[in-house]
């Protein structure tokens, strides 16, 4: 799996929205880039996945870039419920024989 | 509401003891994987699972650490013995296509 490089932490006023970058600058032609998110004490949750355009859905929407080195995580409208650390990993999609390999991420802080 | 159901959700045990964690992965998920989290390590994956069959586990010490899927609604995380650095939360995911869906974590704490 490609490595991915995210910020260890971002803090986001509430209501407002939080973009999380992630920079994955070896990523392979086939592998897509999947975000997950984890809240306190709870199993990571998925968000969305894409391969090179972008995509949207009622968490989230990802930006990947034009030469897919680097992508983009956007929550719209941030809550304090958003709270969480957000990972960005990149792989195939094909989970049959494909692991899942969570880096560090990124603890999103989301302020009153 | 489907989802994994990971049991016990805390077990506190003594070094030495042996300790069994379960998941009961969503119907119809034909990969299930075991992963570990701490502190220090994050989350680290130990093992998985497709069709019941194990594809992979070196993420796992083989010495004291064993997983099986005895059947298709069951997978078994098994430590024996048990020593203190094996105090983590343990999860099990259920895979479906291409999202995987997480159990609440069994909290083992060794002592």
């Known amino acids: 799996d490609a490595k991915t490089t995210q910020p260890p932490s971002m803090d986001c006023a509430e209501g407002r929205a939080a973009n999380l970058p992630c920079n994955h600058s070896?990523?392979?032609?086939?592998?897509?880039v999947y975000w997950y998110r984890q809240i306190h004490s709870q199993g990571p949750q998925y968000i969305i996945h894409g391969l090179k355009n972008n995509e949207t859905n009622e968490m989230a929407s990802l930006i990947i870039t034009e030469d897919r080195k680097s992508s983009t995580l956007i929550l719209p409208h941030a809550t304090l419920r958003d709270t969480a650390v957000y990972y960005c990993?990149?792989?195939?999609?094909?989970?049959?024989?494909?692991?899942?390999?969570f880096g560090t991420g990124t603890r999103l802080t989301i302020i009153p | 509401d489907a989802r994994v159901t990971q049991t016990p959700r805390d077990k506190v045990t003594e070094m030495g003891q042996e300790v069994t964690m379960r998941c009961q992965p969503i119907l119809g998920h034909n990969t299930v994987f075991w992963y570990r989290q701490t502190m220090m390590q994050g989350l680290e994956l130990l093992a998985y699972f497709r069709n019941r069959a194990p594809l992979d586990d070196s993420g796992m010490p083989k010495d004291r650490f064993s997983a099986e899927m005895p059947d298709a609604t069951l997978a078994t995380l098994k430590i024996q013995p048990s020593e203190p650095r094996d105090s983590a939360v343990y999860f099990c995911?259920?895979?479906?296509?291409?999202?995987?869906?997480f159990g609440q974590g069994t909290r083992l704490t060794v002592v």
């Open positions: 990993i990149v792989r195939v999609s094909n989970f049959g024989n494909e692991k899942l390999t």
């Open positions: 995911a259920s895979v479906v296509a291409t999202e995987a869906f």
């Open positions: 070896t990523i392979s032609g086939n592998e897509y």
